[in-house]
Nanobody
């Protein structure tokens, strides 16, 4: 099992930027998926972006393509989500998560068994 701790959320105006961080501890296996998910009030949790650890494979939700960038820094064991051109509809609690296996879809929430507590992002118009 791994532990994941998110940070970097906050309140910004539309058009602004934020960078979320997710510090991981514990062993991440090659091929594991590391992903960012978000949940707006009254809505289901949805996949935002994901990568396969030390392997090819990257996923972005259509709603964030061209605006968000996911990356991982091995030296610090940190997963990042750079969010630019933020919109009010990006508001929500953002979570990072780890999936041991995700070959059937990097956005499949049921594959992710390890979750952080989340960090709140609020975008005002």
């Amino acid at each position: 099992q791994v532990q994941l701790v998110e940070s970097g959320g906050g309140s910004v105006q539309a058009g602004g930027s934020l960078r979320l961080s997710c510090k991981t501890s514990g062993y991440i296996f090659n091929g594991n998926c590391l992903g960012w998910f978000r949940q707006a009030a009254g809505k289901e949790r949805e996949g935002v972006a994901a990568i396969r650890f030390r392997m090819d494979g990257i996923y972005y939700a259509d709603s964030v393509k061209g605006r968000f960038t996911i990356s991982h820094e091995s030296l610090s064991s940190t997963l990042y989500l750079q969010m630019n051109s933020l919109r009010p509809e990006d508001t929500g609690m953002y979570y990072c998560a780890r999936a041991l296996f995700c070959a059937d879809g990097m956005d499949r929430i049921y594959r992710y068994g390890d979750w952080g507590e989340g960090t709140q992002v609020t975008v005002s118009s």
